[in-house]
């Protein structure tokens, strides 16, 4: 019969005793806990200054796109298939993929815009943030700078 008064006693006991040392680690003071706070907000505006900041330097699709489509070669090529199909086949690009965290880039294709079908001409990775263009060398299945690229086409 004690051990059923004593038990619950002593469990009661021990736990307010370990209850009262860590309400014991909670802030007595008032100005204590707006440093905290304050600290805590003075970090959150440095992350969101770095994360604004950062955000602002990335490119946005539209731009990706622009980039590819005002090469100079780009340019070349669609008028040059304009003038051998006499208007009848067109050139586009399109953008078709976004950046990831595993691939940092936008993917666009130039592509021959025909009545039945589309063929692809190009394919350029557009690096987010930077706006680097990298060329797919198809012979090689590999991305290439531009300036490779642009190598490539003199020979």
């Given at each position: 019969m004690t051990r059923l008064f004593w038990y619950p006693l002593m469990a009661s006991l021990l736990l307010g005793v370990t209850s009262h040392s860590d309400i014991h680690q909670i802030p007595q003071d008032h100005l204590?806990?707006?440093?905290?706070?304050?600290?805590?907000?003075?970090?959150?505006?440095?992350i969101s200054?770095?994360?604004?900041?950062?955000?602002?330097?990335?490119?946005?699709?539209?731009?990706?796109?622009?980039?590819?489509?005002?090469?100079?070669?780009?340019?070349?090529?669609?008028r040059e298939i304009q003038r051998l199909s006499?208007?009848?086949?067109?050139?586009?690009?399109?953008?078709?993929?976004?950046?990831?965290?595993?691939?940092?880039?936008?993917?666009?294709?130039?592509?021959?815009?025909?009545?039945?079908h589309n063929t692809t001409i190009y394919w350029f990775r557009v690096l987010n943030p930077s706006g680097k263009i990298q060329v797919l060398d198809i012979l090689e299945n590999k991305y290439i700078t531009l300036e490779a690229w642009k190598e490539q086409l003199k020979r």
């Open positions: 204590e806990m707006e440093l905290n706070t304050s600290q805590l907000f003075a970090n959150l505006d440095k200054i770095a994360n604004l900041a950062q955000a602002n330097r990335e490119i946005n699709e539209k731009k990706a796109l622009d980039l590819v489509w005002k090469l100079p070669e780009v340019q070349r090529k669609a006499k208007g009848s086949i067109r050139v586009a690009a399109i953008v078709d993929g976004s950046p990831t965290p595993n691939e940092p880039y936008y993917s666009v294709r130039v592509f021959e815009d025909q009545p039945d």
